[in-house]
C-alpha cells in the first residue's frame, strides 16, 4: 500500500484539498469501458437530468451498493482502496457511499454550481468531514472546452459552508465562494482517460457548461470511513466494507459486466433533497 501514493502525494492532498493522479487506470482499458457504458441500457434507463440555472442539464445516474459490474469493479479494485485508506484521516475499515457516472453530453451538457460534497452529506449526519472523499475517474477526456472540474485550491480548509438551491442542484452561498475566490487560487482539472483525482470532501469545485463536440464523462466513487455513519439518515453502503479485488483484466470487460436491473440501489430523481 506504501507505494500507491507517495508521502508528498498525500501532503499535497491534505494541504490543497486535491490530489491528480495521471495514469491511475491503464488508458486502453477505460476505453473499453467507455465503449461498454454507452451501450448500458441498465445506466440509461436508471440517468436523470439537473438543470444548472440556465436550464441546461446535467445527466447522471448514482447509486449506493456495489455489484460485480464494471463499474463496481472499478471502485473495488485494491489501487483505489489503498490509495483511499491512505487519504483518509483515522485508522479503519474503507467503505463506499455511493458512485454515480457523469455524462456531460457535447453542447448540451449543462454546467455544475459551486459546491462542497459535505455541502450534501452533512445534512444526512455524516459529521466527519476528513473521513469521506471523492475519486473522480476520467473515463473520457477532460478539458476547459468540454466543462472540466473545476477546484478552489485549499477552500476545504474553510470548512462546510451553507449550501442552498440553484437550479435543480444544490449550491455553495455565493459570498463563502467569493472569499475563497479572493483568498485561494482556482486551479483547471484537465484529465486524460484513466486519470483519476481525488478531493476532500469540503473542497469548493464546479464544472462549467459542455459547449464543445466532446463528450465528458466520468465515474466518481465515495469512499468513507466505516466509523464515520450518518447521524440522521441511514445508509447501508456507508458503513459496508468494500469487497476488495486485486486487479481487472482488461480481456474481463464485456457486456456480462453491465449493471444488472436489480444489483445496485439507484437513487431516483424525485428522492433529491
Not at 135 to 155: W, Y
Request: net charge negative.
Amino acid at each position: 500500500m506504501e507505494n500507491i501514493l507517495s508521502k508528498k502525494q498525500v501532503n499535497d492532498f491534505r494541504d490543497e484539498g486535491y490530489l491528480i493522479v495521471p495514469e491511475f487506470f491503464d488508458q486502453s482499458l477505460i476505453e473499453k469501458i467507455h465503449r461498454v457504458a454507452v451501450k448500458d441500457q441498465v445506466i440509461s434507463k436508471n440517468s436523470f437530468d439537473l438543470d444548472d440555472q440556465s436550464g441546461r442539464k446535467t445527466r447522471l445516474a448514482l447509486w449506493y451498493n456495489l455489484g460485480d459490474d464494471i463499474y463496481s469493479r472499478l471502485t473495488k479494485w485494491r489501487k483505489m482502496v489503498d490509495a483511499a485508506n491512505l487519504l483518509l484521516d483515522e485508522q479503519g475499515l474503507i467503505c463506499h457511499f455511493q458512485s454515480k457516472l457523469m455524462q456531460k453530453e457535447p453542447e448540451v451538457g449543462g454546467a455544475w454550481e459551486w459546491h462542497q460534497d459535505y455541502g450534501y452529506w452533512y445534512k444526512h449526519g455524516f459529521l466527519y468531514p476528513n473521513q469521506m472523499l471523492s475519486a473522480m475517474i476520467a473515463i473520457t477526456e477532460a478539458n476547459k472546452e468540454n466543462g472540466c472540474l473545476q477546484v478552489i485550491k485549499g477552500s476545504h480548509k474553510i470548512g462546510r459552508v451553507d449550501h442552498g438551491i440553484t437550479g435543480e442542484q444544490t449550491g455553495a452561498d455565493s459570498k463563502f465562494v467569493e472569499f475563497a475566490l479572493k483568498n485561494h487560487k482556482l486551479e483547471f482539472v484537465d484529465l486524460k482517460p484513466g486519470d483519476v483525482v481525488f478531493f476532500h470532501s469540503n473542497i469548493l469545485h464546479k464544472s462549467e457548461a459542455n459547449l464543445s463536440q466532446k463528450s465528458r464523462w466520468s465515474l466518481i466513487s465515495v469512499y468513507n470511513r466505516q466509523s464515520n455513519d450518518a447521524l440522521i439518515d441511514h445508509y447501508p453502503s456507508a458503513t459496508n466494507p468494500v469487497e476488495v479485488i486485486p486487479e481487472i483484466p482488461i480481456s474481463s470487460i464485456n457486456e456480462l459486466n453491465l449493471l444488472q436491473e436489480n444489483s445496485v440501489d439507484f437513487l431516483r430523481k424525485d428522492k433529491i433533497s
